[in-house]
């Protein structure tokens, strides 16, 4: 019995954006501790970029060459791109139990698949979708929220007034760390960014905008007792002069600038992975249906248009988070 087919996105080599084609494939099937979900959306990642063969604008020059060498060497070991998304459950492997059909969820898949009509992922990494945001809202949520969550829930914990400065706050990172640091925590919250995207960046709880074009925001009077860099964007260096005695640095990004490589023991640098799990979309789910957070979305693209979509996320201006609509 031939398997049934479906649409999707899919790479053969790395390389540019160019490489990645719109293909018809065979629908995966669950295994037994797997769930197979209809897929309605998904969102370009800096993994999803990584993998195919792209890198940071902020990564230097020498590692960008060095792993270029590496990545044309090597054929990819994933075929099909994407890792967050959001769908319907529409089959059961036989052992999941804590699951039904029609349930809708949305979740981080670490191997990828996600560009794509149908992925097959393990129960345990799904979360149950917020019941206020639709489909390609929730498919934002993945892949952004999860450094930002990770940098104030697990690392810096601030207290209602400290003052938080986030870099590169208009950004699908810095967006979801703007609002946790007001919202959640009762932070008073500055954002760095470009002009055009000042007023989002208010709007979504930043008390204060610093346009990063006109003003040196490493040069100011103001102390922070929490720096966010949402994308690497600056040295640790320059952003310890405005620094509290007690204050921290977090990087998502600790080794985008070379300096910050022997900056790394220092006690107030860290650097924060995504924490991507089930519990950590349940808390997301929790703080977005309370109104919160929401995320913030740039542009979507259709399937067939993932290569553009990777383009226009690979300039860095993107205002929130490019998701991808899956039909």
């Known amino acids: 019995m031939e398997n049934k087919k479906m649409k999707a996105i899919v790479y053969h080599r790395h390389g540019p954006p160019k490489v990645l084609l719109p293909q018809e494939v065979d629908m995966p099937i669950p295994k037994e501790d797997e769930v197979l979900i209809r897929n309605y959306g998904s969102s370009i990642n800096t993994a999803d970029v990584f993998y195919r063969g792209g890198y940071p604008k902020v990564m230097p020059l020498a590692i960008k060459g060095v792993l270029k060498l ?54 345990s990494i799904i979360a149950k979708k917020p019941s206020n945001l639709s489909f390609l809202e929730a498919a934002a949520v993945p892949g952004g929220a999860g450094p930002a969550l990770v940098a104030f829930r697990d690392v810096t914990r601030p207290q209602k007034g400290m003052e938080v400065l986030v870099i590169a706050a208009s950004g699908g990172i810095g967006t979801f760390g703007v609002q946790i640091a007001k919202h959640v925590y009762g932070a008073h919250v500055t954002g760095v960014c470009g002009p055009s995207n000042q007023s989002m960046v208010k709007a979504i709880g930043a008390d204060a905008v610093i346009d990063y074009t006109k003003t040196d925001y490493t040069k100011g009077d103001k102390k922070y007792d929490i720096i966010f860099d949402a994308i690497g964007a600056n040295r640790f260096s320059l952003c310890e002069k405005i620094l509290s005695d007690e204050g921290l640095y977090v990087t998502v990004n600790p080794v985008a600038r070379l300096g910050n490589v022997f900056k790394m023991k220092d006690r107030r640098f ?19 249906e309370s109104g919160k957070v929401k995320p913030v979305i740039d542009t979507v693209y259709p399937l067939n248009k993932t290569a553009e979509a990777h383009r226009h996320y690979e300039t860095g201006h993107s205002k929130g988070r490019v998701v991808i609509s899956i039909d």
């Open 270 to 288: 860290k650097g924060v992975e995504a924490d991507e799990s089930a519990a950590a979309l349940n808390l997301l789910r929790e703080w977005i």
């Open 70 to 123: 590496i990545m044309r060497l090597r054929k990819p070991r994933r075929k099909i791109p994407g890792c967050g998304f959001a769908g319907e459950i529409v089959s059961l492997g036989h052992k999941v139990t804590d699951w039904q059909v029609g349930d809708q969820v949305y979740g981080y898949a670490p191997k990828g698949g996600a560009c794509a009509q149908y992925l097959a992922v393990p129960s």
